[in-house]
């Protein structure tokens, strides 16, 4: 079946260095990839989303490109600050489908 | 802009109790849904639904029983809760559930059974 798999749980990063967040899916159709987030009490909410191959999207510093070649929408950062700290959740979904599919999520956690 | 609410924001049950956990937006959306987050295990769909009265179960739905009696309200029923069970509930809408739609979610119900 569908499925979409974050290889790290926990990456721990200090101020300023660059991020790099694994999400590679398996599907059936051609997906639509989104990154969620979710800050510590607060709702999940979009971050950035795409469907097109090779194409870079980005949102408030945070890049990715679905490569549909290698299955993968790795979600990046040139330089993370201490707000960065957060429940990172790469999701995939298929045309006709209703339902979105969730990876396991990534803890992103900043020190000074 | 709208919000999804959620009540309770916290709830404490009983082992074999039958729980109620409520959801409401004013997004006018068509689509809500039912997820499940365990700690490592990301979020599990539990049902969702495309228009009043209309429901589909997800890959979690054992166990619970949802109703989508208005647009604007969804409510997940825990049929009988389990000892030592803990998870954050959270409920979402969206659009139309189309490929491209963004979900929004509420701030969820963080059940504890003793």
Redesign the interface.
């Given at each position: 079946g569908d499925s979409?798999t974050?290889t790290e749980?926990l990456v721990t990063l200090t101020k300023g260095l660059p991020v790099m967040l694994n999400c590679t899916y398996q599907t059936t159709y051609s997906?639509?990839l989104?990154w969620?987030v979710q800050h510590l009490?607060?709702?999940?909410?979009?971050l950035l989303?795409s469907?097109t191959d090779n194409k870079r999207t980005e949102h408030q510093g945070f890049y990715a490109t679905l490569h549909k070649s290698s299955s993968s929408f790795h979600l990046q950062k040139s330089s993370v600050q201490l707000s960065d700290s957060a429940l990172y959740?790469c999701?995939s979904?298929?045309?006709?489908?209703?339902?979105?599919?969730?990876?396991?999520?990534t803890k992103l956690s900043i020190k000074p | 802009g709208g919000i999804i609410t959620q009540t309770p924001k916290f709830l404490i049950g009983q082992e074999g109790q039958k729980l109620t956990l409520k959801c409401q937006q004013n997004f006018n959306h068509d689509t809500m849904y039912w997820y499940r987050q365990d700690s490592g295990k990301g979020l599990r769909l539990i049902y969702y639904s495309i228009t009043e009265n209309d429901l589909q179960k997800g890959d979690l739905s054992e166990g619970y029983d949802a109703s989508r009696e208005k647009k604007s309200s969804f409510s997940l029923t825990v049929t009988s809760a389990q000892k030592n069970e803990m998870a954050v509930f959270l409920c979402a809408s969206s659009i139309e559930g189309g490929s491209a739609e963004t979900l929004y979610f509420g701030s969820g119900t963080r059940l504890t059974v003793l």
């Amino acid at each position: 079946g569908d499925s979409v798999t974050q290889t790290e749980g926990l990456v721990t990063l200090t101020k300023g260095l660059p991020v790099m967040l694994n999400c590679t899916y398996q599907t059936t159709y051609s997906p639509f990839l989104f990154w969620y987030v979710q800050h510590l009490n607060e709702a999940p909410k979009l971050l950035l989303k795409s469907s097109t191959d090779n194409k870079r999207t980005e949102h408030q510093g945070f890049y990715a490109t679905l490569h549909k070649s290698s299955s993968s929408f790795h979600l990046q950062k040139s330089s993370v600050q201490l707000s960065d700290s957060a429940l990172y959740f790469c999701a995939s979904r298929n045309y006709n489908q209703g339902k979105l599919i969730f990876g396991q999520g990534t803890k992103l956690s900043i020190k000074p | 802009g709208g919000i999804i609410t959620q009540t309770p924001k916290f709830l404490i049950g009983q082992e074999g109790q039958k729980l109620t956990l409520k959801c409401q937006q004013n997004f006018n959306h068509d689509t809500m849904y039912w997820y499940r987050q365990d700690s490592g295990k990301g979020l599990r769909l539990i049902y969702y639904s495309i228009t009043e009265n209309d429901l589909q179960k997800g890959d979690l739905s054992e166990g619970y029983d949802a109703s989508r009696e208005k647009k604007s309200s969804f409510s997940l029923t825990v049929t009988s809760a389990q000892k030592n069970e803990m998870a954050v509930f959270l409920c979402a809408s969206s659009i139309e559930g189309g490929s491209a739609e963004t979900l929004y979610f509420g701030s969820g119900t963080r059940l504890t059974v003793l």
